[in-house]
């Protein structure tokens, strides 16, 4: 059974703070891993990786992927209040033919940050 | 703009009563998806369909039910069966050669 574990579940945080959010993944057939953060609704995209040691970063935020280990790493420097949220981390895979992969989401990490 | 739309944002039913979760894309979309989101989980696939008239059980498909008649829609009902079916119900789509996921704003069903 694909599984993804993501840590910490929750995390308190001061504004300026650099923050590190873990998700570790066992899962048959990978074909990428993505990040994703949730404030009220639907979640909102923010990164896909599919080649271990490669960095995408956008603004503050940061991700590398390590394949051989079977984790990734959202990296968030200079926190603000508007970080707030539950990221999520998602891996496809799974294939079970003609196209059809699955998305196994992990149970989020809560992250408030404090004024 | 394209996008995703579920309908209804909110919704309330009896026990015991089917409803059905509507969503619509205007993406032209093949795969479409319906998780199941709770308190202090992660989302969870119920159905997901790659093409028209055609549909797989994802994780937790007991107690729901899918169609997909046109490309564009992808309802779900959820049945009498489903034991707590209270929770926060998202549709997603996938745009394959691109390889973007677009997610509805969700339906949140309170079964009282």
């Known amino acids: 059974e694909d599984k993804v574990v993501q840590s910490p579940l929750s995390l308190v945080v001061h504004e300026g703070d650099t923050v590190t959010l873990n998700c570790s993944y066992e899962?048959?057939?990978?074909?990428?891993l993505l990040w994703y953060k949730q404030e009220k609704k639907a979640p909102t995209f923010l990164f896909m990786l599919t080649s271990s040691g490669i960095e995408k970063k956008s603004g503050r935020l940061s991700s590398i992927l390590d394949k051989k280990e079977l984790f990734s790493i959202l990296n968030i420097t200079a926190t603000q209040t508007g970080d707030s949220a539950v990221y999520l981390c998602?891996?496809?895979?799974?294939?079970?033919?003609?196209?059809?992969?699955?998305?196994?989401f992990g149970k989020g990490t809560k992250l408030s940050v404090i004024p | 703009d394209g996008g995703i739309t579920q309908s209804p944002k909110y919704l309330f039913r009896k026990e015991g009563q089917n409803v059905t979760l509507s969503c619509e894309q205007n993406l032209n979309h093949d795969a479409m998806y319906w998780y199941r989101q709770d308190p202090g989980q992660g989302l969870r696939l119920i159905y997901y369909s790659q093409i028209v008239n055609d549909f797989q059980k994802g994780d937790i498909a007991e107690g729901y039910s899918v169609s997909r008649e046109k490309k564009e829609s992808f309802p779900l009902t959820v049945t009498s069966a489903q034991k707590n079916p209270t929770a926060f119900y998202l549709c997603?789509?996938?745009?394959?050669?691109?390889?973007?996921?677009?997610f509805g704003s969700g339906t949140r069903l309170t079964v009282v």
């Open positions: 899962v048959t057939n990978f074909r990428s």
């Open positions: 997603a789509s996938i745009d394959r050669a691109n390889y973007g996921y677009t």
């Open positions: 998602a891996v496809e895979g799974g294939y079970s033919g003609a196209g059809s992969y699955q998305l196994t």
